[in-house]
């Protein structure tokens, strides 16, 4: 009898599970900063995100990546986020771009932490209406794609999951996912005076 080979995970599957531990960091430090406790908590998320977002679509321009990600041009929140600081009378301070140095395939890991947040957003969105923000006012960020979160979500799991990266690329992917958790993680320390 021939032992059976279990099949590799797909990518995404991986992702979700070995940054599982990050993903919840990231929950407790939200909790942490109660960015939803009133407006001004919550301009400094913003900022956070702002130059996230920034550090993300700086590596729109890396021809890898678009060749893995072939509808780069429906992503990235950064002008939203701008906007948003804008409707709040606040801006988003200086901070250098953390990506300068970062190209495909890590570049797949922080767009993947990028594209779980704009999933998860939907969550926050319900949290910031009580401040008197909506799509179209203060909270851009938080906001669906056109498309809608799901559907495009799906497409980028696709991207992911598509034959072709090697277990060398792949781990990769999984390190840039751990930079950019990290990344933003340390935003919300910077901008929420967090330990």
């Known amino acids: 009898m021939n032992p059976v080979t279990p099949s590799p995970l797909p990518l995404s599957a991986r992702l979700k599970h070995e940054t599982a531990d990050l993903h919840q960091q990231m929950h407790v430090l939200m909790e942490s900063a109660q960015p939803f406790a009133d407006r001004q908590r919550y301009s400094r998320f913003v900022a956070a995100q702002y130059h996230f977002q920034r550090d993300v679509e700086h590596l729109f321009d890396d021809p890898g990546l678009q060749a893995a990600v072939p509808d780069l041009q429906v992503r990235g929140r950064e002008a939203a986020a701008l906007a948003d600081l804008a409707d709040l009378g606040t801006s988003a301070g200086v901070v250098a771009i953390a990506t300068a140095d970062v190209r ?42 056109p498309e809608g979160r799901a559907v495009v979500w799906r497409r980028f799991v696709d991207f992911l999951d598509r034959p072709g990266l090697s277990p060398q690329a792949q781990q990769a992917v999984l390190a840039g996912a751990t930079a950019a958790f990290a990344r933003f993680g340390a935003l919300l320390r910077r901008h929420f005076a967090l330990a």
């Open 104 to 145: 495909m395939p890590e570049a797949l890991g922080w767009l993947y932490v990028s594209e779980g947040s704009t999933l998860g957003a939907a969550f926050l969105l319900k949290e910031v209406r009580h401040l008197g923000l909506d799509e179209q006012f203060g909270a851009r960020n938080l906001a669906a794609y």
